[in-house]
């Protein structure tokens, strides 16, 4: 009965651990107007295991759903690629930007301003999920998403 009970303890810090494994940097989500329903997300994603991670889902109670994509240029025209995972790899990082891999916010269920926090929960490969917090940031020209699906 002891070693079970100390193999259930073991067992349940690993994967508490293994959640947190994830290092986030600069997760921003750029302001949109009130009327658009897609929003991009943004992020440093760093993997300091020596195995690659994958993040086969992300979702946030604040929206609809959240996608992960991939930006394309084939023939000079873009075209966004959704994904089903986005792999970390084994001690490196994975830059989620314009241009590239990104996330897609549908439809806020708040009007969301600059300051506000993005909250989004990343489940990995291995059934463990870590929640961040993105901050919402004033948007450049560069961040209009409302042009996309």
């Not at 349940?12 to 651990?17: A, M, N, T």
Request: charged share 20%; proline share 5%; hydrophobic share 45%.
């Amino acid at each position: 009965m002891k070693i079970i009970l100390l193999l259930t303890l073991l067992l349940l810090s690993l994967s508490v651990r293994a959640a947190d494994v994830l290092v986030i940097r600069d997760a921003v989500v750029p302001e949109k107007p009130p009327s658009v329903t897609v929003m991009g997300g943004f992020m440093s994603i760093e993997n300091p295991t020596d195995k690659e991670i994958r993040i086969v889902n992300i979702s946030s109670s604040q929206f609809d759903h959240v996608e992960m994509h991939q930006t394309l240029i084939k023939d000079n025209l873009a075209r966004m690629i959704k994904q089903d995972a986005l792999i970390v790899p084994a001690n490196g990082k994975l830059e989620l930007k314009r241009g590239s891999h990104h996330l897609m916010l549908f439809n806020p269920k708040i009007k969301f301003k600059s300051g506000d926090a993005v909250e989004l929960v990343l489940t990995l490969h291995n059934g463990t999920s870590q929640k961040i917090v993105a901050k919402v940031m004033p948007a450049t020209l560069d961040d209009d998403h409302s042009h996309h699906h």
